[in-house]
């Protein structure tokens, strides 16, 4: 059965820092492209960060700087290392596979930046 699982995220006050992790089963994440999506309430889900399977990396203008994806592809994990946390930066964050025609969604894990 193939499955993302996020975990991570929580209550962070603005300037911190949070780590998520994004477990992978069912599959090997080695083909393919891994991205971190969020949806922030009233709003359209939006590419946060891209890791390709060649290793080259993208990211949200909005988060160029302070955040930073990362894969292991021998333990199947994906992470975002989010620093500099800002209230905007709060919405529900999804990890995302794709390979050619074939898509995968986890379920999400909220982020919440509050003081």
């Known amino acids: 059965q193939v499955q993302l699982v996020e975990s991570g995220g929580g209550l962070v006050v603005p300037g911190g820092s949070l780590r998520l992790s994004c477990a992978a089963s069912g599959f090997t994440i080695s083909s393919y492209a891994m991205s971190w999506y969020r949806q922030a309430p009233g709003k359209e889900r939006e590419l946060v960060a891209l890791?390709?399977?060649?290793?080259?990396?993208y990211y949200a203008d909005s988060v160029k700087g302070r955040f930073t994806i990362s894969r292991d592809n021998a333990w199947n994990l994906v992470y975002l290392q989010m620093n500099s946390l800002k209230p905007e930066d709060t919405a529900v964050y999804f990890c995302n596979a794709v390979q050619r025609n074939t898509i995968y969604w986890g379920q999400g894990t909220q982020v919440t930046v509050s003081s």
């Open positions: 890791n390709n399977d060649g290793g080259n990396t």
